[in-house]
Nanobody
Framework: QLVESGGGLVEPGGSLTLSCVVS????????NAWFRQAPGKEREGIAY??????????LYGDSVKGRFTISRDNAQNTLYLQMNSLKPEDTAVYYC???????????????WGQGTQVTVAS
């Protein structure tokens, strides 16, 4: 089970940190990612964290590169997304996801959270 939290309303230019608490499996055994979906738009992969020690690379979507940071605390079994310099176009429902085999943001992910709303507005 994946449970996101930390969403809310933030002004443009502000920051927010999302958390995704994982239960039922060890976060460190899985590749993990953050996705988002805005109203009327397709789901977008925005940040990917490979399985530790796998040799994979952290990946970011072009729309968030340089502003968002994905990280994980394996001891707490929690995935994070630090979001800085937020823009109105970042408004979306944000989801965390995990998979044993995923190596990119476009791969299939087996496990998904329920999502948390982020709204960027003045």
């Amino acid at each position: 089970q994946l449970v996101e939290s930390g969403g809310g309303l933030v002004e443009p230019g502000g920051s927010l940190t999302l958390s995704c608490v994982v239960s039922g499996f060890r976060l460190e055994w899985y590749a993990n990612a953050w996705f988002r979906q805005a109203p009327g738009k397709e789901r977008e992969g925005i940040a990917y964290s490979p399985i530790p020690g796998s040799g994979g690379s952290v990946l970011y979507g072009d729309s968030v590169k340089g502003r968002f940071t994905i990280s994980r605390d394996n001891a707490q079994n929690t995935l994070y997304l630090q979001m800085n310099s937020l823009k109105p176009e970042d408004t979306a429902v944000y989801y965390c996801a995990s998979d044993l085999l995923a190596t990119t943001l476009t791969d299939h992910y087996d496990y998904w959270g329920q999502g948390t709303q982020v709204t960027v507005a003045s």
